[in-house]
Nanobody, 126 residues
Framework: QLQASGGGLVQAGGSLRLSCATS????????MGWFRQVPGKGLEGVSC????????AYADSVKGRFTSTIDNAKRTLYLQMDNLKPEDTAVYYC?????????????????????WGQGTQVTVSS
């Protein structure tokens, strides 16, 4: 089970940190990441990180501004979002999968990813 939190309203140029707490089964070999969706648009992969080696992948639109980390002791995934832009406004979902990695994870469709958390709204005002 994945529980996302940390969304909110921030001005352009500001920062937010999203958290995704995991519970239940062991996901030590999984890749965890974030997707986002704007109403009327498709799901966009934002970032992912592998539990085993902390290797990461990011969408081009967020490279250099967003950072994914995992706290293994707390079994929690984080997304540090800096220099936020209005176009980052979306509902953000955390997700985990045991098969897809890297860019394959980011370009996966919803049904291809095994576990999903509930969404958390991020709104960036201009």
């Amino acid at each position: 089970q994945l529980q996302a939190s940390g969304g909110g309203l921030v001005q352009a140029g500001g920062s937010l940190r999203l958290s995704c707490a995991t519970s239940g089964r062991t996901i030590g070999s999984y890749v965890m990441g974030w997707f986002r969706q704007v109403p009327g648009k498709g799901l966009e992969g934002v970032s992912c990180i592998a539990y085993t080696d902390n290797s990461t992948a990011y969408a081009d639109s967020v490279k250099g501004r967003f950072t994914s980390t995992i706290d293994n002791a707390k079994r929690t995934l984080y997304l540090q979002m800096d220099n936020l832009k209005p176009e980052d406004t979306a509902v953000y979902y955390c997700a985990a999968d045991g098969f897809h990695r890297g860019n394959r994870f980011l370009t996966s469709r919803r049904l291809q990813i095994r576990y999903w958390g509930q969404g958390t709204q991020v709104t960036v005002s201009s």
